[in-house]
């Protein structure tokens, strides 16, 4: 009895983690192909599930930052769907590589396609040149329904607070390769040479040697410890049994 109580709990247990999970991560969201890194240009993946059971989603709009200006967005095709993409005069022109920007990309808008229930649809967009200064790009969407129902994924997360309802997609920007000083580090340890380079490396052996074999040890002893637990289960699953 005590068993299927169990059984029971954990089977309820995994299956909220399971409805809960669905719940979370049924938003539009972003993400790169590969590496969105800072002053870089990157290939983005707008991934839009269909929330609802009896329509289906025709139609996204993504809304770029206008303080964040992006000189170059191209979307990929997309058999079914058309693409309409709206560029805006800026007010300051942008020089990139040599040449003045004097408009940039606002909105992009897909329509004429169909998400269906229980379906999602990426949306692949290659950017740039991504920020500089900033550690993340949000981009404000608006999924439309077939029966007219229109939600707007504009809302953005406030640190210490729960998450929006309907949060808008957050494009995390990573360091740009330029930044890691790693190679600084490896510079400044080849520059150790003679004996107290050959000290240390004899030294930092030995610490090695000594790490590696309390960690077999350490193992071991974790195996055998596991091996015994087992064992214990089985004797008192057997003596429950002759008890019986």
Do not use: C
Request: hydrophobic fraction near 40%; charge should be negative.
């Amino acid at each position: 009895m005590k068993t299927s109580r169990v059984s029971f709990a954990a089977a309820l247990a995994a299956g909220s983690v399971l409805v809960l999970s669905g719940t979370a991560f049924a938003h539009v969201g972003v993400q790169p192909i590969g590496e969105a890194a800072k002053g870089g240009y990157a290939t983005l993946n707008f991934k839009v599930p269909n929330e609802r059971d009896n329509a289906s989603t025709t139609q996204l709009e993504v809304n770029f930052p206008v303080d964040q200006p992006l000189t170059s967005v191209m979307p990929q095709d997309i058999p079914g769907w058309t693409v309409n993409v709206e560029k805006t005069k800026l007010d300051k022109p942008l020089t990139v590589h040599g040449k003045q920007v004097n408009e940039v990309v606002t909105k992009v808008t897909w329509s004429g396609g169909k998400i269906g229930p229980g379906m999602f649809q990426q949306f692949p967009v290659s950017v740039g040149k991504l920020p500089e200064n900033a550690d993340q790009m949000v981009f404000k969407a608006i999924q439309t329904y077939d029966n007219n129902e229109v939600v707007r994924w504009i809302e953005e997360a406030k640190e210490g607070a729960a998450e929006p309802q309907t949060p808008a997609p957050v494009l995390k920007l990573t360091a740009a390769k330029g930044d890691d000083h790693h190679a600084d580090a490896k510079t400044d340890e080849a520059k150790n040479t003679g004996k107290d380079a050959g000290k240390d490396a004899g030294h930092g052996h030995d610490e090695a040697a000594a790490d590696h074999g309390s960690d077999t040890t350490a193992r071991a002893l974790g195996i055998a410890g596991i091996v015994v637990g087992l064992g214990g289960v089985a004797f008192g699953i057997a003596s429950r049994r002759r008890s019986a």
